[in-house]
């Protein structure tokens, strides 16, 4: 009787101890993580690569700014982040550049220095990142 009430003290007890997986594991997305700089590495339309004429820088500022250098045509803006969804939502709202006003919604995971981002042509969210018309970007960060 003894050893299977400690058993059975053992097995509820255990859920409490947590988890040793670090921070970021699975996609999971904390606001702090992102911040930095993002160089883009590959970009896929529909499932298929597709070529980058040109280099993407996007830095994410503590305050939920942002600013995205590509070409000649640099955009600023506001961001956030809801990492209640799953996948965690990214929302970022264009305030100065060639977009001005435009809000694209999107969809982002994280694991260790690769950050991808789903989004689509007309700034609805994608559910998934392999949904017809979805735009994913995968950028490395910069150290």
Wanted: hydrophobic letters at 35%.
């Amino acid at each position: 009787m003894r050893r299977t009430l400690c058993l059975l003290a053992a097995l509820l007890a255990l859920p409490l101890l947590g988890s040793d997986a670090p921070k970021g594991y699975d996609g999971a997305l904390a606001e702090d993580r992102i911040e930095g700089e993002w160089l883009r590495v590959s970009q896929e339309v529909d499932g298929k690569e597709a070529g980058l004429l040109l280099e993407e820088k996007l830095t994410f500022f503590a305050g939920g700014r942002f600013l995205r250098e590509m070409g000649l045509h640099p955009m600023t803006g506001d961001y956030t982040i809801d990492t209640r969804s799953v996948p965690p939502q990214l929302d970022q709202v264009v305030t100065e550049g060639e977009k001005k006003g435009r809000t694209q919604k999107s969809i982002c995971r994280l694991s260790a220095d690769t950050l991808k981002i789903a989004s689509t042509p007309d700034g609805t969210r994608p559910g998934s990142f392999r949904e017809k018309n979805a735009v994913v970007t995968t950028y490395r960060r910069v150290k």
